[in-house]
């Protein structure tokens, strides 16, 4: 809960509005506090002092003078511009307490204390500031009915919009129906024109999309080749860059091309900004930021070449090829990457508060967009769109309709997950510029709105917390800065959700008081920004990044970006939007965060932001000396806290510690270790499948006393197969060391370097390798395959990564998350946290990593399909091996009956009833549910697969042919071993 502080206030006598007038009691208690909104909203240091003189009483004047206040008065003025109540909360014999809504969009919960006799002198006014949306009834629980999650999201709008800290349109859907729409603000503060459902909104890199989907479009008509090098479409950009940055390289943000918002930018003529080619001198001869392929860095001058490429190889004007394949038969006609002087008056201008990216600011803080606006937009970012057509992207999306199948595992957002469930989300920001899409579940949230980030994020934020999760369970998020721009709202320090990361362990914490965040003065501020700036600079995992960074938070801080917040929560927002503002590291954050912080000389470590546990809060795991490895997990209410989870050496076991370390600290609490042992440590289902092929299900790697058995166990199970699949579709990490034990049964007793851990911090730079001493079966030549999605995260990826690299497996699946850098959580002083990315982990040959791409398979194909596409390949692979004639057609029989299953066309019914009856031999064919079952004497019925006219295959140990017609019925039966039996079909009885 926020601190209260007593505050002395001095304003204007005036009569109160009869708004206010009607929120406040009839009393003389009532209209002082009425005289105190009206008059502040009002300001000028003549009526601070002429209130003092009619309000305060003479005990207050003379803790604090009438100066002393004027400055309070201030401070509050800069930073809320305006007050208004909103609700009576409490009325007592000398107290008023009333809920507030700020011009900058707080809210506040204000208690007027008042002397106790007449006449009633006021004291002071305690002062809670509860943020964004805070005084507004909350409802009771989550998830919400539909009904109500549309009245309190509009509610909470309507209060925003009141206090002129929201402006825009929103759209709210089930299916195809419309729960809720609205328009809010002002689209021209100028011409007072109203936003409408129909206004134009600019989306920021939104535009990315439209881009990814064109040069999909162009992979699928063999224009485009995603792995070849760049200097083939573009010849004329220097070759030095050209001929190593591959296309594919481009989308992921994985190319080391420079941005296009630099000096150049700065200095340019925006004016003239108007063809793809126009921007590419904004970083044409920006060397490389890193060798391609090895690093991700966001690069809006990456998707800027992606349109030039679309250009070239579509022989099209990029602008008029999205206008003629994307906005065209999507039906997007009010959708367009428009100029400034281009005619229409449907567009919204943007408003800002940054200094340096508007205009001169109007009463209430407010500027046009206008010195940080190009006059078009790019590839990269900067169209314009509604509601309606956006609706319409989404409708595309959801059907899977924009690209064929095949081509959707390469933009895997660009069309639904795993059985059609939905979880995706992306959005685009900048100055005077906020756009977020949310497709869970049944649901899609679009937001769009022309005031600064996170506006727009934050509402979709809002609401979507009331909805229930999307069917798969997982949210496939695009960070707002790999297509969009700007913080994320996942949580105070503005990290979004991102692709799955983390899992396998829970964290716990103690039940304490919420503590309550301190008001930052100036000095506060400065000390904060100190530790954080110094503790980037020393362990943030590149030092030349790290100088910038830096550079750039305290070139903000000097030009008095953060002077007006002393809210703590807000000045964290706004320091994270600036420390990402370089290189787009979602990493880097500010969070004031006291259940995170611990002790100094203790660590916290938290991972790529997104939802790492149930609770949606981050997890992840890191190397620790002498092995140890800590993680973080959500703790109530979203925040942050450390548990210390390290491996001991020797005995194969887990140690649990509490901040600070784990020495001393208690062992793994009880909840932990029920939770390990319930999930069998993350060790699902274990089976051998027809032809010898064993299978093991993992879905989280819970390092805890007893997993190592548990694995021994499970390979003990296994130690006769012939080969081995490891299925980690819903894997979403854990602890590594429990997946490195694993790994190292498939690899030689000699130490093999499976990762590279960098950093700049002292011990943790080493080569991760695999153990000698192993509890379970070595098996080092048992062919291996991993089934993959995109929810196989973290310690999961590792695996994946590690048995590629090593052409120790066969991937088949999907790309994966994306999820392998470390980052540290910092302690700095008053509870404030700072996440800096401290390790890059990478392959030990090659330098690859997969932070960000995720680890590719080497077979792509659906998830649900992949246990089937992997069970083939394992049988042919087995086939080609096999030197035994009967046991080679005895797999051949076995992958005929895998092929058909995976086929599984319908059966024609009247068909399949005419070979219905009773065989010699006490056998028996029936239909059961649709489906021909074959059953033998009294053993349970088997049911039989069709590979071909009335040919059957049966559990892949034998061929069924029928033959149905007169004057004799029968059925043949081929074992494996070639022997044929022919049983004749038994009369019906009378």
Known sequence: MPRRMLIALAVLIALPTLAVAAILPDSDLGRAAAAYFDAFNAGGDDAMRAFIAAHVSRSALAERSADERIVIYHRMRDEHRTITPVRLVREAANELEIAARTGSGATLDLTFMFETEAPHGLIGIRVMDNGPGGNEPEPASAPLPDDQAVKAWSAWLDSLARADSFSGAVLFTRGDQVLFQSAYGLASRKARTPNRLDTQFNLGSINKMFTSLAIAQLVEAGKVKLDDTIDRYLPDYPKAVASKVTVRELLEHRGGIGDVFGDRYEHADHAKLRTVADWIPMFRDTPLAFEPGTRQQYSNGGYVLLGAIVERASGEDYFDYIRRHVYGPLGMAHTDSYADDDPGSSRAMGYTRHDDAGGTPDASGWAENSRSRPMRGSPAGGGYSTLEDLRAFVRAIR???????????????????????????????????????????????????????????????????????????????????AIGGEPGPGGPGGAPDAAPVGGGLKASHAADPAPTPPVLDRQMRATILDSLCANVMRSYVEADTARMVVDYVRRREKAGAYDALTSATRFAEAVTMDLRHVNGDLHLSLRWDPLGAVPNGGRIVVGSPGPGGPEGGPQALRRGTGGGYVVAGPAPGGAVGPQIVRRAAGDGTAEHGGPGGPDGAPGPPPQFLRDAVTHNFGLGRIEILPGNVGCLEITGFMGAPGSDEAIAAALRFLEHTDAIIFDVRRNRGGNGQMCNLLLSHFLPAEPVKMVRVKSRIEGLNHDETSVADVPGPRRTDVPLWVLTSRGTGSAAEAFSFVLKNLARATLVGERTAGASHMVQGFPLVDGFVAGVSITRVSDPRTGREWEGIGVQPDMTVEPERALTVAHAAALRKLIAAADDPARRRSLEMTLEWVEARDRSAPQDASRLAALVGAYEGEREARLVDGHLEFRRGPRMGSPLVAIGPDRFSMDGEARLEFAAGNPSPSVMIEQADGTRTTYARVPAGP
């Open 399 to 481: 059907a899977g309709s924009l690209l064929r199948r095949e081509t959707l595992a390469d933009f895997p957002i660009l069309g639904p997950g795993p059985g059609g469930e939905m979880g995706i989300g992306f959005g685009g920001g900048a100055p005077g510029i906020n756009a977020a899409v949310e497709m869970n579940g049944p649901y899609t949230i679009i937001v769009l709105a022309n005031m600064d980030p996170p506006t727009a994020s934050g509402a979709a934020q809002k609401l979507r917390v009331w909805l229930p999760r999307s069917a798969g369970g997982e949210r496939r998020v695009v960070a707002p800065h």
